[in-house]
């Protein structure tokens, strides 16, 4: 029996918008992994490859298959190295690109197609026949079973793998940036005045700023990599002694809870201050994830400050 697929750029459409649809509204599950496994790996080949030969006899079937997935190969990373530098790499940037250059190849594709006479077009074509035991020999037969239950082999074992994801390191991020969010400007004198900071010192590598406020501003992050809704608490300390800090302009004990699901960023400016005059003074970060000191070890976040009293 054989038949033909003349509709497949409409089908790459569908499974493509269809994969931005269950993306968008639906955790990860396998049904990304089914549609999305064509959608990295053969759709933008093949789109690109029937735009460049639209004509039937430009290829056959398994050099089209061949270059599909060399091609899709070659323009995935592509498609990543220009979103690293005119946007970034994540979930959604990608999505979008990829299925954009797909749809404009498949509108390419089709226009050239339609340039050309029905019977030069290319189109799809399936051969389903069963084969013949009659005219085989023992060793024929042998390699023909031995070939059908590798590919279900592979297939189960495709399933398995899809059905099953290796959940990838489990961690979470947490950082201290300085003043506009830079990794630099991190406060690091304090000039009081009795009991109140007057003015605080941030310092970079090459100056440092004056400014005459209450307390030191750093700009705190967390970022949840646990795979699994987590929940953070984290308290600042200046010489072990716990102490207050500034968030949204309102004095708090401690910063949270935090909740946050995989994948979400957490980032917040926060004020310090301390409470007596010395140099060398350690500010830590203590970092707690659903009740539980995230550090074993004791470590955290740390800057050292110096604090002198107005003159």
Known sequence: MKSKLENDFLIIAAVTILLAIIIVSLDSNVMRIILG????????????????????????????????????????????????????????????????FILAMSAVAWYRRRTFPQEERFSVSFNFRFPSWGGQSNVDRVLSVVLVVAILGAIGTLGYVIATPKAGEKFTEFYILGLEGKADWYPSQFVMEGDKVILVRYESEEAFQDKEEEYGRVTLGIVNREHQEATYQVEVRINGEEVKVWLDGEEVEAIGPIVLEHEVKWEQEIGLAPTEIGEGQKVEFVLYKDGELYFEDGGSLHLWIDVKEAS
């Open 37 to 100: 496994l064509p959608f990295l790996l053969f759709f933008p080949g093949y789109t690109l490859v029937a735009a460049l030969f639209p004509r039937k006899g430009d290829l056959d079937g398994i050099e089209r298959v061949a270059l599909s997935f060399g091609l899709s190969v070659a323009v995935v990373p592509l498609v990543g190295l220009i979103l690293n530098y005119a946007w970034e790499i994540k979930l959604y940037p990608i999505l979008i690109s990829l299925a954009i």
